[in-house]
């Protein structure tokens, strides 16, 4: 169904919900221009009311909601919004924009560290911590490094450490995720290949 901007003066509510755990996490309301935009660079954008402009959920915090499907009401008058949210999504620092606990797995903080990574890259040139000076230093020092704490990784799965074990294995992952930033693929597209395999 086609959405009806001129409706309600052009502004138009859309619901923001976890695309995995299919929890509310804010209200916003969209115009034409920043639904277009919304669908175009896949993070969610609203037009601020306040600020009288289109704003890009994160685009100061860095807790992007990836746009990962949007539908029509019944009355074409309002967007249900599902999206994958990079960190907390009220302004707070709450889950929601209603103070409740979105119950996400650890293994989507994930996720959170690959927008920090990310942003790390695209502030390489002023941004001096170590992940922007390793994206400086280029491709084949960031895979030389995923494959130094691989190796570290196989050495300590053969000692009964388990502390060592689990460092060498998040110092993997770590590196993997600034691998794939390097790249310009996410972890999305790495678990997209595992699930078609689980098929």
Request: some cysteine; charged content about 25%; hydrophobic content about 40%.
């Amino acid at each position: 169904m086609k959405i009806n901007f001129e409706k309600q003066g052009g502004l138009v509510p859309a619901i923001i919900q976890d695309a995995s755990t299919a929890k509310v996490l804010m209200l916003g309301y969209m115009n034409e221009e920043a639904y277009l935009k919304t669908l175009e660079v896949g993070l969610v954008t609203f037009f601020s009311r306040s600020k009288n402009r289109l704003w890009t959920k994160g685009e100061e915090s860095g807790n992007y909601l990836k746009l990962v499907d949007i539908a029509v009401d019944c009355d074409g008058d309002a967007f249900l919004v599902k999206a994958q949210p990079y960190g907390p999504t009220c302004h707070t620092g709450s889950d929601t924009c209603w103070n409740e606990t979105n119950g996400a797995r650890s293994i989507d903080f994930l996720y959170q560290l690959e927008a920090v990574v990310n942003q790390r890259k695209q502030a390489m040139n002023t941004e001096l911590s170590y992940t922007a000076k390793l994206f400086k230093k280029g491709i084949n020092k960031i895979a030389q490094k995923v494959g130094e704490e691989a190796v570290e990784l196989v050495i300590e799965a053969k000692d009964d450490n388990k502390d060592l074990f689990i460092n060498e294995a998040a110092d993997l992952m770590f590196h993997t995720t600034v691998l794939l930033a390097a790249k310009g693929f996410s972890w999305d597209e790495v678990m997209q290949v595992l699930k078609d395999r689980h098929r």
